[in-house]
């Protein structure tokens, strides 16, 4: 039984506890506008609001429920931004149609964590999956083939399921949204702000397999463009650091890809290579705003909110989501940190934005 079909909710606790909270927050506020209420009518302003309160969730009971499972792999601006636009992409396309309740669980960049939150979402039987970034979209993949899941922050969908003839549709029960920027433009940055430079250093998490995507990708668009290329894999958190320095010795620029670990990380990162005064140049803002010094920015929050909408699409449409296509972000912006710019003596040409601070 999938989406959008008849439900007995006593079946599906979760989804009557949605429908009793939404009845309640009207109570609520019910209730707030009587606070200065005397004793004795305390007991007529509760009866009011309980009858609000039946009156609501028979109202409510009319709308269907949707219970979506969100599994992000760690937190970190740029996952954070992805899930709150679906969230807010999904409400909005909800009201009046839907009530619709998140069950957020955090995978704390634990691959085995995430296959333990997929599982307990196909366990509860939920009407759709958010798998926000790779290791997540993996998980569910594996896990079912009957809900529906939409992947957020994943950079490529054939490498994340290894898909050998890839036509831009995953097909099955799985589709989502790309947070792929121009990899030919990032190289194409990386000269056009470092065209002295000689070695580039590529420095990434080995254990994410679209990080080593960008990273072939770059290499080819890097060494045709005449830069010597060395690769700087660390395979977790614990190496971030020494890894990190070996690539600021060896590296005039390093770039960073749209990398979880080291989105996690950038602190760590930033502590080697701005005294080495070794420029980055990141494949997202959140890295760049961290630690490096220019990035071709897509806006997370808007790539969360298009699949938002694909889920609308799925959920209160009927779309078949194995005929959608992987979307993409509208727009990328050249952006700058002004602050690692500056430390570095690094002037950028005029169409490059300042990435807002804090």
Not at 218 to 227: I, N, Q, R, S, V
Not at 249 to 266: K, Q
Request: hydrophobic letters at 40%; one cysteine or more; glycine letters at 6%.
């Amino acid at each position: 039984m999938r989406a959008g079909d008849k439900r007995n909710w006593e079946e599906y606790p979760m989804k009557k506890a949605i429908s009793m909270l939404t009845a309640a927050s009207l109570v609520l506020a019910l209730a707030g506008c009587g606070a200065t209420a005397t004793a004795s009518s305390a007991a007529s302003s509760e009866a009011a609001s309980s009858e609000a309160a039946a009156s609501s969730e028979e109202a409510q009971g009319d709308l269907p429920v949707y219970v979506v499972g969100v599994c992000q792999l760690v937190q970190h601006e740029a996952l954070d931004a992805a899930t709150q636009g679906f969230k807010d992409a999904l409400t909005a396309k909800a009201e009046g149609k839907a009530i619709v309740g998140f069950d957020e669980q955090n995978a704390s960049g634990d691959s085995a964590n995430c296959s333990t939150i997929i599982n307990g979402f196909v366990s509860s039987n939920v009407d759709l999956i958010l798998a926000n970034a790779t290791a997540p979209l993996q998980a569910a993949a594996a896990a079912t083939s009957e809900i529906p899941v939409l992947g957020t922050s994943v950079t490529d969908y054939a490498t994340a399921l290894e898909i050998d003839d890839w036509n831009g549709t995953v097909g099955g029960n799985v589709s989502g949204t790309s947070d792929l920027a121009p990899l030919d433009q990032q190289a194409a940055m990386i000269q056009e702000l470092f065209p002295d430079a000689a070695n580039v250093g590529l420095l990434y998490c080995s254990a994410e397999p679209n990080s080593v995507y960008q990273c072939d990708e770059m290499e080819k668009f890097l060494t045709d463009a005449g830069y010597t290329v060395a690769r700087y894999a660390f395979t977790d958190t614990n190496d971030v650091s020494s890894v990190a320095q070996t690539a600021a010795d060896n590296s005039d620029v390093i770039y960073i890809p749209t990398d979880n670990t080291a989105a996690s990380n950038t602190e760590a990162i930033a502590n080697v290579v701005l005294p080495a005064g070794v420029p980055v140049v990141a494949g997202e803002e959140g890295i760049c705003k961290g630690c490096g010094v220019a990035t071709l920015s897509i806006s997370y929050y808007d790539l969360g909110y298009t699949t938002g909408e694909m889920a609308a699409q799925i959920l209160f449409d009927g779309a078949d989501i194995s005929t959608i296509p992987v979307q993409f972000a509208p727009e990328v912006t050249k952006k700058y940190n002004v602050a690692n710019c500056e430390q570095l003596n690094i002037t950028v040409p005029d169409d490059y934005e300042a990435i807002a601070a804090d």
